[in-house]
């Protein structure tokens, strides 16, 4: 069985007065029936990882290199060094806005893995691709660049977020959600083998809310959610985190 994943992704947002808000998290989920991620911004990540108790704490980016001369990069190991245990790779805001490519999310999810972490990589189409129905295709060779031969359920976490839903309101379909994770899961199947395939967590992400949680987590190989602005408050994740964990028990 696939443990069922909350993960939050504070964005460029927080400062030290959210890290209540964390606390608070943890304190109303300690002994919560799914695992909790947060990924603050970096200046906060020591600290998260300090209070974080049961919640996990990861990062939102990383250089593929282990050192350098890479001003204002951060490495895999320096996020695992700090108390991280997981890392996001590919979302969809560092492939528009700084054109990273496939390759590149690939060989960050490689230094992830070297630096034992999680490596959460993000796949996801724009409107312009939905609209001209090219979703699945779009899907498929990111997943096939992106995601390492090596990926399986304890170094990898996939996350479907299509790019026209995040931070907009607008939600998929729970066909189109459900469709879009079963192409996903058999994809990694076909390539990984059915053992590796099957074990890594498929998450949804894109203007995921407590009004709408419930009704997502009951799609087809939805394993959880990647959730954006209503991470930050406990009062808002806190109802999505008990929604999954509903989702949890039964399932």
């Known amino acids: 069985m696939r443990r069922k994943l909350a993960a939050g992704n504070w ?8 890290l209540d808000d964390l606390r608070t998290i943890g304190e109303r989920h300690s002994a919560a029936a799914v695992d909790i991620l947060i990924c603050p911004p970096f200046t906060l990540i020591a600290a998260a990882a300090q209070i974080a108790g049961s919640i996990s704490i990861g990062g ?7 050192s350098g001369a890479h001003t204002g990069d951060i490495s895999a190991q320096m996020l695992a060094d700090v108390g991280a245990s997981a890392v996001i790779l590919g979302h969809s805001e560092r492939r528009e806005d700084y054109s990273e490519t496939s390759d590149e999310v690939r ?7 070297a630096a034992g972490l999680i490596a959460i990589i993000c796949v996801g189409e724009n409107l312009a691709q939905r609209e001209a129905q090219n979703t699945l295709d779009i899907i498929g060779g990111q997943l096939a660049t992106s995601v390492p031969d090596i990926a399986n359920g304890e170094n990898t976490v996939i996350a479907y977020e299509p790019c026209w839903a995040i931070g907009t309101g607008l939600t998929p379909t729970t066909d189109q959600i459900g469709g879009v994770h079963d192409f996903i899961r ?5 390539r ?4 590796a395939g099957r ?10 809310k407590a009004g ?6 009951a799609v087809s190989n939805v ?4 959730v954006g602005g209503a991470s930050l408050k406990a009062n808002d994740f806190s109802p999505i985190i008990s929604a999954l964990e509903v989702s949890a028990n039964a399932s």
């Open 11 to 18: 964005k460029m947002n927080g400062g030290n007065a959210e």
């Open 60 to 66: 939102q980016n990383c250089h593929a290199a282990a």
């Open 107 to 113: 060989a960050k999810a490689h230094a992830a893995h």
């Open 186 to 190: 058999a994809r990694l199947e076909k």
């Open 192 to 195: 990984l083998g059915t053992g």
């Open 199 to 208: 074990s890594i967590r498929l998450l949804y992400g894109g203007s995921v």
């Open 212 to 217: 709408n949680a419930a009704e997502i987590f």
């Open 223 to 226: 394993d959880g959610a990647l």
